[in-house]
């Protein structure tokens, strides 16, 4: 697959969905206007969060922090150099 998270802005609108059998990008949800990503670890404990974050950094080798929605599925996600 393409580097999806290539041409990703600083920040972008993410929607997750935890407890999927593995962690994967799903594409751009144009109606949520957000990128989509299953997320393998449970939403506990930040697990799903960390897990999110470890993706992101692997598929755009880019460091990233969640700005807002640590507790919900909609997130707003920074890059950071």
């Keep these: 697959m393409k580097n999806p998270i290539v041409a990703f802005p600083k920040k972008i609108a993410v929607i997750v969905k935890p407890n999927a059998k593995k962690t994967a990008y799903l594409g751009f949800d144009k109606d949520?206007?957000?990128?989509?990503?299953?997320?393998?670890a449970p939403a506990e404990n930040d697990k799903a969060n960390i897990e999110l974050?470890?993706?992101i950094k692997k598929i755009s080798k880019k460091n990233?922090?969640?700005?807002?929605g640590l507790?919900?599925?909609r997130k707003i996600i920074q890059f950071v150099d």
């Design 32 to 40: 949520e206007n957000s990128y989509a990503f299953n997320l393998a």
């Design 53 to 55: 974050l470890k993706f």
């Design 64 to 68: 990233a922090k969640i700005l807002f």
């Design 71 to 73: 507790k919900n599925k």
